[in-house]
């Protein structure tokens, strides 16, 4: 421990303006900092600071992600498994799925931390940890089967265009990983869509059982066609989908990790869900078809509302700033996912672009929170010269 | 624009500053990229190479004369309806083009469809009309159109060449993705033939443009 | 309420009470709940032993500089009240009765107070000195350890698993400056009607105009001193509230 520390001090000055490599000081920065927290001090304002650090943030969300990407890598599996026919355990499905979602996990990071790093160093700042999540995220909202080089440029794409041309972390106006998720559903709409992409091995068709489907619950009701997957199943995850998203308990710890922690807005996640069963409930009071009539709670568990309302609408971000934007945002939100869902036949996951066009307007949304205090302020101001 | 320049004695034709009005606008005073005009057809006819070229052609050539015929005429157009006369020798030219276009290349002209007519409209030209050729001689005019016509024709066949070849996998019509990449998986972007990628590529360019030249930063 | 019958018996006053946490105590927040200042206006406060000290000005025509301060910080052997004169020098006080290690001396309290040396004088308005620990050394993977001893105001180390424990807090920054990316958090430790971040991101603009719609007069650097004690970002909050009231005295002189 001692010595890996010594190496570093000694390493340390190379890196330095002036140094032999200071080309690369922001990637030995974050390195430095991955190792040891900074031994800087404070020296006004205030003496003593909070233990949280922005690392510590992002791998608490990581650690809310666990139980949803740790249950995805057993369904591909699992999924597959039913696909052809065999029945495997609980380990076996596991390895399988694990094998195929870790090089996905892999290319994500390496392709968008690669880019981060670039443009760190030649922006002259430190490396943020938003990528951390982003890098993470974009595997668990992809189908099993997508090519790794499609991944590859997804994100490049995603970090550059979603992120860095606004300015870095901080300023993105959208969600890194929607963007990524974005990108291929427009770009390589065979990937992203139909019914064999969601179970691994399912495109190519070797050694698949007569009459095995593999469409989601999601993609049939957009099809219109009457879906009768068991609640309990929806719920629970044993149903194909993106890797992160089919099990609801899964996302619900995590959704109980981020609240309970303080990191993940309850706000958001709160209105989003009253919006969708707000709008679900007008949809079944007109009911015009069979797809408006089905129930808030299964509308719910269906595809990725539940995980784009967790992990993705509430990037703080791209979300809504105020507290009171945030309740707004979330429900008109809700409302959106349902409605492109029910309505829009080409987008089975209304979730996705819901989120990507709220982003847009949640500046919108916080300018009218702002003005409100502005003029609750000028409203007292004229009040006291009366 | 700044680069009135009011020519006193005899130069040469093709002098320093009449190559400066070539030349400019393919860097520093880029049509499209500096001064952000003409981004609709920009955008809008650069789905394939050849169409993009033809555009460009038929861009620079009714910049280049409609320069020209201003430039000469600028002496005796009342300022009053001076906008009304550019625009009466633009129109006639378009048509002109337009005509040819339809004579020579019809399944081209189809694809152009109404952005030829729109060249009308295009705001590099009256652009060029209003700063430069009511205030130069004919020659550095037309040299002057021809250089606005070429900078934005540049930007044109860039854009296409990337979304040609990463939309279709061709460039000018031609397979040059071999089929060997289809069969490891390769497949076309979809997103580039959509025109929401032609805006992004159009933005690239703007962006290291300026990465190089921080002069052309707005505050 | 157990108040003091020195507060209930005055006359000619009008007492308001205050209950809750830290800021609740802040003059900034206070002003801001009993009468919020508007643009222009002038709002004087005096402290408890600063009355006491006019009083005996006029009472028994004496000035009396002496003054009650506090010892405290996790450093001092025994924290304690003590009598001290002025701006005196605090090495009277510290001398035989701190731990041994590098210390850091502030003048106030550790959120707000001013750092001095062990030799160094007490502020003119400050009634505390404070003791603790400077936390400059490096430690390993310390974000990612479980924390049982380190405090968060958010839950996102164990550390909420002990309520109630006592914690031994250092001047280590415990990791970098970053961008602005948690929001809605703030907010929770700062009790008025004030958008902190817009206010901080108005100042950092300069913006003047928007400052001033944004409530910066109705706001210190103390009111922000526990926004930048939770602060994930690591910035210097407090700097730049006072940023934003020097460009404003400016502006308007």
């Known amino acids: ?386 | 624009m700044s680069d009135n320049i009011s020519v006193k004695k005899r130069e040469s034709l093709f002098s320093a500053q009449n190559l400066k009005l070539l030349k400019g606008p393919f860097n520093d005073n880029n049509p499209i990229t500096v001064q952000v005009l003409g981004i609709c057809s920009a955008l809008a006819v650069t789905v394939q190479m050849k169409p993009a070229i033809v555009m460009a052609l038929s861009v620079m050539i009714v910049t280049a004369f409609s320069n020209l015929i201003i430039s000469i005429m600028r002496n005796g157009i009342p300022p009053s309806i001076r906008i009304i006369v550019q625009l009466v020798v633009i129109a006639a030219l378009v048509i002109i083009v337009d005509q040819l276009l339809k004579a020579f290349v019809y399944d081209v002209s189809k694809k152009l469809s109404v952005f030829v007519g729109l060249i009308i409209t295009n705001c590099i030209l009256m652009g060029r009309l209003e700063a430069f050729a009511m205030a130069n001689k004919p020659w550095q005019s037309f040299l002057d159109g021809i250089g606005n016509g070429l900078g934005y024709g540049l930007i044109l066949v860039v854009v296409s060449f990337f979304r040609e070849l990463l939309g279709y996998g061709k460039i000018l019509g031609m397979q040059v993705i071999p089929d060997s990449f289809y069969q490891a998986g390769y497949v076309n972007n979809g997103m580039m033939i959509l025109p929401p990628m032609a805006l992004i590529t159009v933005g690239t360019i703007i962006w290291i443009q300026r990465s190089k030249n921080r002069d052309l930063i707005e505050k | 309420m157990n108040t003091s019958k020195v507060f209930t018996n005055s006359k000619n006053v009008v007492i308001n009470y205050f209950t809750g946490p830290h800021p609740a105590g802040n003059v900034g927040v206070q002003i801001h709940h009993i009468d919020p200042i508007n643009k222009g206006d002038i709002v004087w406060y005096v402290n408890p032993q600063d009355v006491l000290l006019i009083g005996k000005l006029f009472y028994e025509g004496k000035y009396d500089a002496s003054k009650i301060i506090a010892l405290s910080g996790s450093e001092l052997l025994h924290a304690k009240y003590a009598k001290a004169i002025g701006n005196t020098c605090i090495s009277a006080f510290v001398k035989d009765n701190v731990k041994s290690g590098n210390l850091r001396y502030i003048s106030g309290n550790a959120l707000t107070g001013s750092k001095i040396s062990g030799k160094g004088y007490l502020g003119f308005y400050d009634h505390q000195i404070t003791v603790i620990p400077e936390g400059d050394f490096h430690e390993f993977f310390g974000w990612a350890l479980p924390g049982l001893d380190k405090f968060s105001f958010s839950k996102s180390y164990f550390s909420w698993l002990t309520p109630g424990k006592k914690y031994k807090l250092d001047t280590n920054y415990h990791g970098g400056e970053r961008a602005y990316v948690i929001t809605g958090e703030y907010e929770k430790v700062l009790p008025m009607d004030i958008m902190p971040m817009q206010l901080i991101k108005a100042i950092l603009a300069e913006d003047i105009d928007m400052m001033e719609k944004l409530g910066i007069y109705e706001v210190d650097e103390e009111d922000f001193a526990l926004v930048e004690f939770i602060d994930t970002s690591k910035t210097e909050i407090q700097s730049i509230i006072r940023k934003g009231l020097d460009l404003i005295r400016k502006e308007m002189s």
């Open chain 1, 1 to 386: 421990m001692k010595a890996l520390r010594n190496y570093l001090d000694k390493i340390k000055p190379n890196f330095e303006k002036g140094g032999k490599y200071e080309k690369l000081q922001s990637t030995f920065d974050a390195i430095e900092t991955f190792l040891y927290v900074p031994k800087k001090v404070t020296f006004k304002g205030s003496h003593i600071r909070d233990s949280i650090d922005m690392k510590r943030t992002m791998s608490v969300v990581l650690i809310a992600l666990m139980p949803a990407l740790l249950f995805g890598m057993w369904n591909v599996g699992y999924q597959h498994s039913l696909s052809i026919g065999e029945t495997n355990g609980i380990f076996d499905n596991f390895l399988f799925g694990a094998i195929k979602v870790i090089p996905l996990i892999a290319v994500s990071y390496i392709v968008g931390l690669g880019i981060e790093f670039i443009f760190a160093q030649y922006r002259g700042h430190e490396v943020n940890e938003g990528f951390l999540v982003s890098g993470m995220l974009i595997p668990m909202i992809m189908p099993i089967d997508v090519p790794l080089w499609m991944l590859a440029v997804a994100t490049a794409f995603a970090v550059i265009f979603g992120k860095e041309v606004f300015g870095g972390t901080g300023m993105n106006v959208f969600n890194p990983a929607l963007i990524a998720r974005a990108f291929i559903f427009f770009a390589y709409p065979a990937q992203m869509s139909g019914d064999k992409i969601w179970i691994a091995g399912l495109t190519e068709g070797k050694g698949v059982v007569d009459g095995f489907s593999g469409a989601t619950p999601l993609g049939n009701w957009g099809q219109n066609i009457a879906d009768h997957t068991s609640f309990m199943d929806m719920f629970l995850g044993f149903i194909p989908g993106s890797i992160g998203e089919t099990s609801k308990l899964a996302i619900l710890i995590g959704a109980g990790i981020l609240i309970f922690t303080g990191i993940g807005s309850w706000r958001i996640m709160l209105s989003t869900i009253l919006g969708g069963v707000f709008m679900t409930l007008i949809f079944n009071m007109f009911a015009a078809n069979e797809y408006m009539k089905v129930d808030p709670l299964t509308q719910l568990v269906m595809g990725g509302f539940l995980f784009g309302a967790v992990f993705m609408a509430t990037d703080p971000v791209s979300a809504s700033q105020t507290n009171k934007g945030k309740y707004i945002y979330g429900f008109i939100l809700g409302i959106f996912a349902i409605m492109i869902r029910v309505f829009n036949p080409a987008y089975p996951e209304g979730m996705m672009l819901a989120i990507l066009l709220m982003n847009t307007f949640a500046p919108l949304i916080d300018y009218y929170i702002v003005e409100a205090n502005i003029n609750r302020r000028l409203k007292r101001a004229k009040k006291a010269v009366n």
